[in-house]
């Protein structure tokens, strides 16, 4: 009598398309796919321990290293959260730069999946058109925060400074090029032959199962569901903005790619109506606004004197817009609860101990007891920290809520009945973040 077997493949997590962080173990029935185990864990980064143990402030960089495509979204997520539970709102300039910064991000978070998609599949060229468009944003990010990838832009109550002067200019140029390559990558995709077979009816999920997992973002949008964070639960400016949220059809990997190529074209249309709408003064709070929520620890051990007070320290370009000459406009004057002006960390022994016993532990701002929750849109879908304080200096807990975890979890159920090839756009589609992924 003749029996039909099936037999194991384990794929990852050092197989290059499972990025070295992820493990899939398949049975296989032939080349079809019969039921799928995913197994993640290889990259653990412990954000939400490390966050108890450091000041609210001090949590921002540890919010880089969650999505570290799209850094920035990450960012403003966190601050959001602790803005709402203190109960404070940030000055219109701060909340437009915020939106500029997200919406940048968004699209390095795109172009990096779509381009990578595409390298998977055969087209190292879209790769590399990708990747350029890339830097051209990376290299804008880089004169706005300081840093390409780890930004920490944000602080609880504004941003780290203003945009530099020549940052709308440098920022409509370079979405030029990344225009004309995403019309050349479109060229070479949209209508490709072989990608198009690898990518058209493939990783397909339901309206319905997509919903039952939790799933937000571009892949819930693929199956025609216009759900977007920015459009449903309006956060800092959006709602004063005209962007439109594309949805795909029928919820498969060529729907989920339509759909990031056009959110990246709506990010790009966002940033330049808020270069229209942003107003002159500053971005972050007034300390005097931020009494009533905050409590603020020993102030009158901050000193108010600078000694050299008639000097200009010279910063690079990491530090660009943090200084004297822009701190009026782009930052609160009050000591305990703003870092100080670079010029005086840098040049007086009062602006140096006021810089660091506001972000040393035991010290800075302390928020009330209580717990809040925020959500953003990220790129992979709803961004979301619950943050739980105790009235100390540190958050008693923070939870992340990582949009493609639940994704994650429906991988199966999108793989089971297809085939070994599939897998690899299947896969790519998810935009998998290993570091947002496992906490």
Not at 70 to 79: A, F, K, M, T, V
Not at 340 to 348: D, I, L
Request: proline share 5%.
């Amino acid at each position: 009598m003749r029996t039909q077997k099936t037999y194991m493949l384990n794929m990852g997590p050092a197989h290059p398309a499972m990025h070295g962080v992820v493990r899939l173990i398949l049975e296989l029935e032939g080349e079809r796919i019969v039921s799928t185990d995913v197994e993640i864990g290889y990259l653990h980064r412990a954000f939400e321990k490390h966050a108890e143990s450091e000041t609210w402030n001090n949590v921002v960089p540890w919010t880089d290293r969650l999505n570290y495509v799209s850094p920035l979204i990450n960012n403003s997520g966190y601050c959001l959260a602790v803005e709402k539970l203190a109960g404070i709102t940030i000055p219109e300039r701060g909340q437009y730069l915020r939106v500029i910064a997200s919406e940048l991000s968004r699209v390095t978070d795109h172009l990096t999946c779509v381009g990578a998609s595409a390298m998977e599949l055969g087209s190292f060229t879209v790769f590399l058109y990708l990747v350029k468009a890339r830097e051209y944003l990376y290299q804008l990010i880089d004169s706005l925060t300081g840093a390409r990838v780890t930004t920490s832009y944000t602080r609880v109550g504004g941003v780290k400074a203003d945009m530099p002067a020549d940052f709308p200019a440098g920022c409509l140029a370079a979405f030029k090029k990344v225009r004309e390559a995403l019309a050349e990558s479109d060229k070479l995709l949209t209508r490709n032959r072989i990608f198009m077979d690898r990518m058209e009816g493939t990783g397909a999920i339901t309206q319905a199962d997509a919903l039952a997992y939790g799933i937000t973002g571009p892949f819930l949008r693929s199956t025609g569901i216009p759900y977007d964070v920015r459009r449903a639960h309006p956060y800092l400016v959006y709602d004063r903005l005209d962007f439109e949220v594309p949805v795909g059809a029928k919820g498969d990997n060529f729907d989920r790619y339509l759909v990031r190529l056009a959110e990246m074209e709506q990010s790009l249309r966002l940033v330049e109506q808020c270069f229209k709408k942003i107003p002159d003064g500053a971005h972050s709070l007034e300390p005097s606004e931020m009494k009533d929520a905050f409590e603020f620890q020993d102030a009158g051990k901050q000193g108010e004197t600078a000694l050299l007070s008639k000097y200009r320290a010279k910063v690079d370009q990491t530090l660009q817009g943090a200084g004297r000459e822009s701190f009026g406009a782009v930052k609160a004057a009050e000591r305990s609860a703003v870092l100080p002006p670079k010029e005086e960390t840098y040049g007086n022994i009062e602006g140096l101990m006021n810089h660091f016993e506001l972000i040393m532990w035991s010290w800075g701002i302390k928020i009330p007891a209580g717990e809040g929750y925020c959500a953003v849109e990220g790129g992979n879908g709803e961004l979301g920290f619950h943050v739980v304080s105790s009235g100390e200096d540190r958050p008693y807990r923070v939870r992340c809520r990582p949009p493609c975890f639940f994704i994650m979890a429906a991988l199966p159920k999108l793989l089971n009945g297809s085939y070994v090839a599939d897998v690899i756009p299947t896969f790519g589609s998810v935009n998998m973040i290993a570091g947002e992924l496992d906490r």
